[in-house]
């Protein structure tokens, strides 16, 4: 099933994003999702991302439901995943580089000093 996105409305705390679903046969129909715009903020997560994570959730819906709901659960499983997935990234420290005589050597053959 393919997911496109339509646009959202904003009501309350809320974005309802709309969305038409075209089916293997080919057959549209309509279906949105309600995001929690606190909750989202609770936990971390984008504005921006809200779209994509809402059509993720779509990717798992039930045939025949037409308006789903972006629960705290599910934004909680969510940020706990991202949270696990930033820690298995190993940090690298930035690389120290030694002041040496050249220091600004390159700098200097490109503007001799004046002479008066």
Known sequence: MEFLLTGFTHEKDCRIYAFE???????WS???VRADLALARKYGIALQ???LLCRGLLDRRQDGISELI???DAIRSLA???AA????IPKRKAPVRAAGE???AAWRELHP????
Not at 113 to 116: D, F, K, T
């Open 70 to 72: 972006f629960t705290e």
């Open 49 to 51: 991302e809200l779209p």
């Open 21 to 27: 679903c075209i089916g293997a046969d080919r057959v």
């Open 30 to 32: 309509k279906c949105t």
């Open 113 to 116: 000093p004046a002479v008066l």
């Open 102 to 104: 050249q220091l600004g």
């Open 80 to 82: 706990s995943d991202r």
């Open 85 to 88: 997935a930033k820690a298995a």
